[in-house]
């Protein structure tokens, strides 16, 4: 029996057989499905049902809340102040940044820091990636209260 179950809604299940990872089925750009079983790739077609009609495959019916990694109001968890596009989390800086529109090359940090200006600690909210890489800070952070200085 393979156990499907969900990571990112509508988007991206694992596939397990007594526990062991043996695959995953994701979503494709073209609104299409495809199933990586032990190393080979398979085309589901354009509709989820076609695994669930498929002997031995049973779905996770744990009732699961899959939150997605960004949304309109927060990118990777940290509250955003625009609609969110071309979102991405930069592991060199651990910042979730993102665009504030589809073709813009501005890019904003998600979340809340604080950063030395004119030798002052101000609270920002979602600065420029530009002023993250020209001032000191602290962050990101979720709530501005989560600062806490001792």
Request: hydrophobic share 35%; proline share 4%.
């Amino acid at each position: 029996m393979i156990k499907v179950t969900p990571v990112v809604d509508d988007e991206f299940w694992i596939l397990k057989d007594h526990e062991e990872k043996i695959g995953e089925v994701f979503a494709e750009s073209d609104g299409t499905y495809s199933m990586k079983l032990r190393g080979t790739v398979h085309n589901i077609g354009d509709d989820i049902n076609t695994l669930k009609q498929l002997d031995g495959v049973e779905f996770d019916d744990i009732e699961t809340k899959v939150v997605p990694l960004h949304s309109q109001e927060s990118v990777y968890g940290f509250p955003a102040d625009a609609k969110a596009y071309n979102a991405i989390y930069d592991v060199k800086n651990r910042l979730a940044i993102y665009t504030k529109s589809a073709k813009s090359k501005s890019w904003f940090a998600a979340g809340y820091f604080m950063m030395k200006q004119n030798g002052d600690w101000e609270t920002c909210f979602c600065p420029k990636l530009i002023l993250l890489e020209r001032y000191d800070y602290f962050g990101p952070v979720k709530d501005p209260e989560d600062f806490v200085f001792k």
